[in-house]
């Protein structure tokens, strides 16, 4: 027979009701990785589907995503010609609000030609841009249905194409549209005095400005010696995408990150309190059975046994419920809740750490109950 | 033939210096195999700690504690040992009868048998037997909490008995029991003690039994006042 089943069972609606309480809160620990691990994943996640080797900015920048980048639109045929590079296309980039049937729209929009790199990797629904104006691929984080129309700076956009988890790194979805279109919509959004000075051909130039080339390399090449080639240019930065990646997480995310990361220790750490008082209070609710035992000559196994398997069942059986939990409601966070098995496994670890040294304290004051304790008066 | 319980000059003072209490001074006492002692005496006598000195629980001050011809507290012994002679040779009976309330009946008096090694089926079938030898049979699946006082106390003798122990104490067996039931426990005990040579050693206050034992001790102020056998 095993005892700390025995007394789970014999108290059961009790600790099935501990038991939720305390899945509850490992939820909202669990929620809070995956809401870090999303933060971190969405950052990465249209870098990674625009599957750039090489991302060319504008000289003394970190762009297009750390920093603003311009540069003019020609320079994506001279990267194409560098040795090395296999395609390179042109993007734009910028946030704007769109009137979406459901109301505005907040969306990151990105400019790209079809068939040159910067459009997205996977269609989920639909179809990539083609050749006509004023088509938009959008992710599915926006709520539009395909055949959709969006109004963006005055022209109507029809959702010809939907994919799915490309969201820029504050979260908003991302909207395909055609370099072209893009570059018009630019033009309209500048403040009236800029766009007068630009007509006057005066300033920067010419409209043909775009944020970034991101160009695809051979197989063989290098990418850090493609980068060095093209840093010689005048005006003109590159950054790997190992490069970008870490600017990314580390410099865009990075507050984010750090917030969700100590409000993640903080839940642990409250987490583990209420764990070891828990373990605390049902060691000590059996005062007199672990002094009966210890009377009738049961050795100190037993009772550490007793006290670690019930706080690893209560663990064990909390995390299930948690995990659970989390997994049918992360539909219904606005922003994604990456939970793989890499990080399932983690959490259970922790859990069972925190397990683990939460009984320490009640393991100790249960060896020290004395067997006399059994005997009363 | 070898006492089961031996004391020697046992002494126990709590404390020490100004506040030192002496709780049992100079105490012999041999109890033989199926003899049932009674210890009474006033409260505060130290009936208790006598008790638990041969239950192994306390350490005497002075004197001498032999179990079945051997001593113990020689110095030698360490808590794992004692938890072992404890296991082996001594079975305890409460006065709240101490069974642990997340096991059934069968369970309780298994559990003191798997302690000791036996295996969890065989501990369960001779749990049984034992429960049928105390008339509890009936109810061997029932938990604590659904037995009468009466039926509890069996369980807990059934559980005493578990490992052959050559003693049993009882701390006040029969306080929670009404008189009938306080009678029959008692007798229960006696016929333990005969059936398998056991001593028995019990603490009571309850006049109403007094005439169950062989011997009855009487303590005061930590010495035995009197120690009288009864006319057989
Ligand atoms: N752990 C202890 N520390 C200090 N003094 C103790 C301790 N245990 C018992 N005593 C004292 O030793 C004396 C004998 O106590 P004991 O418990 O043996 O009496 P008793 O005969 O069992 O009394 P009662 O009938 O009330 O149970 C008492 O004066 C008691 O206060
Ligand atoms: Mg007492």
Redesign the interface.
Known sequence: ?N?AL??I???LGRFLMTCFGLSLLMAVALAMVGIYQGVVAEALALSRSLRADLWVVEQGTRGPFAESSRIPGDVRAIVARVPGVAEAGAITLRTAEAKAPQGILRMQVIGHEPGRPGGPSAIEAGRGLGGARFEMVVDARARLPLGATVELGGDRYRVVGLTRGLVASGGDPLAFVHLRDSQDLQFKLTPPAARRALAAGAGAGSTDTVNAVVARLHADADPDAVAETIRRWKHLAALTDAEQGEILTRSVVQRARVQLGMFTVVLLFVSAVIIALIIYTMTMDKL??IA?????????R?IVGLVLQQALILGGAGYLTATAVVFASRGLFPRAVALGPAEIAMMAGVIGLICLFGSLVSIRAALAI???Q???? | MTARITLEGIGKTFGAGETALRALDGVDLAVQPGEVVGIKGPSGSGK?TL??IV?C??EPTDGRLLIDGQTVWDGRYRV?DL??????R?G?I???H?L????DAT?NV???M???GVD?AEARARARGLLDYLQIGRRAAA?PARLSGGEAQRVAIA?ALANRPSIILA??PTAALDSERARVVMDLLRQVAQDRQTAILVVTHDEKIFDRFDRMVALRDGRIEQDRRRAA
């Open positions: 027979m005892l025995a007394d069972r014999h108290r007199r059975e009966t035992l210890k009377l009738i000559g049961a050795p100190d037993t004395e067997p006399q059994a005997l009363g008066g | 208790s008790l638990n239950a629980i306390l794992a938890r072992r002679l404890r296991r082996e001594i305890f409460f006065q709240f101490n642990l309330p997340f096991l369970d298994a559990l003191a798997t302690l000791a969890a938990m559980r701390d006040e």
